[in-house]
């Protein structure tokens, strides 16, 4: 949303450049000086009401407390509680965990698959193509609850399979460890192929040129793939690695719907600890005080993510 | 370009503003001053409760036929999403008379006092000796004014399976301590290999909370203070580990793994609230008669077996332009005898309505519970439900102790240091005082 008023703006500002126009008699509303501010009103209305407006309004809200319903400013009150608040930082140390195991997971699955299907061995490319980038739109509450079908400790699929091969009933769902390895299987599953049509889009771009060179000078597939494909990529490596980042520090559909962070806060998120307080504890300042920290957090690893990557340029 | 730019930013914030501002003083204004009740009111509740409203409304119609109530039958959980997010606004887009759970109450009343209409000013506190003692501390404020009306209520007792029982040869009139319950249920284990009861461990604390309100404890006490590293929370949770470490406790992930367990016949016994009945008779038509109920055991031989789980009760928001039509449909549909015995009869719902009790209805035999009285076993656990203060920090306290039950069973860790990272972590977040 951001992004892309952002680019309407500018794109308003060159277009707008001194404009000679004879004067005329009467005076009208629309002109070609004025028509671009026209068409771009509304989204910049409502980008004013739904964005600028609760961003600003919450950063208020997080120094406020409220008591019966009346807001009293508290200062920084919500802030040092946040900085002693053991959930808070069991959820951040969550969150980490996801994102240092699971993201690294999920980057390579999807160079792998790309490579694979950007090769000219394999057949039915679109097929696989399709298949693997499906879990990103399919409606996430709908697939979190087939996982959780499956997942059920005493009635789900998975134990049965297993209990075929003899294997003891997984509490996938209702194990402080389990629970954690599930989460991170569900978001590969629907994470994977997303980054895979973005890592596809960035082989293709490769000149074939390299791999041709290559090819002469006796180089095997291994090597052209660690020596021409990953650091061709690297420019994809870190837009996949950033967006990934942030769509990790932001996860709340999938533990919400799974395990509403349980067992014991096994599975708790950042977001989900935001939401139970704001819409389930009415603690609304506080809520608010957790999603600045968050997105500060944010701010600060996209900004180191963009500094080391850019540094040996 | 810049006068542009500054005027379309002025007026996005001033709608912003005003967005948020308006419709708070719509309070002021009911309609039908002074005559008789008319209009369109709108009623919001859920499930089983929504169809039991929807059923009153005929009756209803019959004292005030120029009332038109439309009951919306919406998700449990949307209503609080909805409700809260209204009051918080200031009244926008809320109904005329809202359902919310007993518990969940007390949370509204002190978050929101002037959102919701004040019945005591209405008048209803003529209607205070109808209702058991606990049900008028859950509806009433501070002050002892009605915020809210008290509709149903959830005895609780446990649930079960006649023939399980027989055939391991246990005897469930003689359970009369939680010692004699898990005795039996060691027998049970040891003959049939079913386990005693299910437990949805890392999110319920179902049990507890019946425990506890049987030995008028609570998360918190009369004033308000953290009261979770009690004697009588200790001895609560003992008691579960030793349950748990007998391996009677079956695990269930959620509402719908305790269902089916019960309908698989993989629990003995189901202890809960009333309206559990009208779960079994509904999802397990085949088990008709291999039901039975027996009263809650106690701590101690002859101690207090009864408790509550669950119950739901009418409010009305401030921001209702019709309150006397609200105020009307709450009061017939919450102290007349006629919409308690349907709901009842045709949804399992039980009524908080004491004089609904001498109904002839309650003396019967139910044929699908081994022809046991069931409904008069609940009626008589009512009058001695003890008093318990939910507070508005109540959510915030179930999940804590819901975390402290899942690091209990599951993770191994101590009763006392449980309780004492819930009480610690539950007074930093609300600045109340823990009991030493």
Known sequence: ?313 | MKKWLSLALTLGLSVGVMAACSDESSSENSGGEGGEPSGEITVWGWNVAAQSMEMAVEGFQEEYPDVDVKVEDIGRLDVYDKLTVGLASGGNGLPDVVLVESDRLANYMSEFPDSLTNLSERGYDDHSDKFGEYKNSVTQNADGEYLAAPWDIGPAAVFYRTDIFEEAGVNAEEIETWDDYIEAGKTIKEKTGVKMGPIDIAADDALYRMMMNQQGAYYFDEEGNIDLTSDESKRTFETIKEMHEADLVLNNDGWNGVVSATVNGEVATVPFGVWYSGTITDQAPDLDGKWGVFQLPAFEEGGNRAANLGGSDLAIPSSSDNQDAAYAFVEYFTTEEDPQMTALKERGIFPSLESAYENEYFKQEVEYFSNQQIYETFANVVPDIPVANYTSDYSRALKLVSDAQASILLDGQSVDEALQNAADTLANDTDREINE
Do not use: H
């Open chain 1, 1 to 313: 949303m951001s992004q892309s008023n952002a680019n309407a703006t500018s794109s308003v500002e060159t277009s707008t450049s001194p404009n000679p126009q004879p004067k005329k008699e009467r005076r009208k509303w629309i002109t070609p000086r004025t028509a671009p501010y026209i068409f771009i009103a509304p989204a910049v209305l409502l980008f004013l009401i739904f964005t600028v407006y609760p961003v600003i309004s919450s950063f208020l809200l997080s120094f406020q407390e409220g008591k019966a319903g009346n807001f009293s400013f508290v200062w920084f009150d919500n802030y040092i509680r946040l900085f002693q608040d053991k959930l808070f930082y069991k959820a951040l140390g969550n969150t980490f965990i996801i994102l240092l195991i699971q993201v690294p997971i999920q980057l390579f699955l999807a160079v792998i698959i790309a490579t694979a299907l950007n090769s000219k061995l394999i057949k039915m490319k679109s097929f696989f193509r399709i298949a693997y980038f499906m879990p990103a739109i399919t409606a996430l509450v709908a697939a979190s609850i087939i996982f959780m079908i499956l997942l059920d400790e005493n009635y789900g699929l998975v134990n049965y399979l297993l209990s075929l091969i003899g294997v003891e009933p997984v509490g996938w769902l209702t194990d402080p460890f389990w629970s954690k390895v599930s989460l991170m299987l569900v978001i590969t599953w629907r994470w994977t192929g997303y980054n895979m049509v973005i890592f596809l889009a960035g082989l293709q771009n490769i000149p074939a040129s390299l791999y041709e060179a290559a090819e002469m000078d006796g180089a095997s597939k291994l090597r052209q793939f660690f020596y021409i494909t990953i650091p061709q990529l690297k420019p994809i490596f870190l837009f996949t690695f950033v967006l990934s980042t942030i769509g990790t520090l932001q996860l709340f559909d999938e533990p919400y719907i799974l395990t509403d962070g349980g067992p014991n806060n096994a599975t708790l998120t950042v977001t989900l600890y935001l939401y139970q307080n704001g819409f389930q504890y009415f603690d609304f300042g506080y809520a608010s005080a957790i999603a600045y920290v968050l997105v500060l957090i944010i701010g600060v690893l996209s900004w180191l993510q963009m500094k080391v990557a850019g540094e040996d340029k």
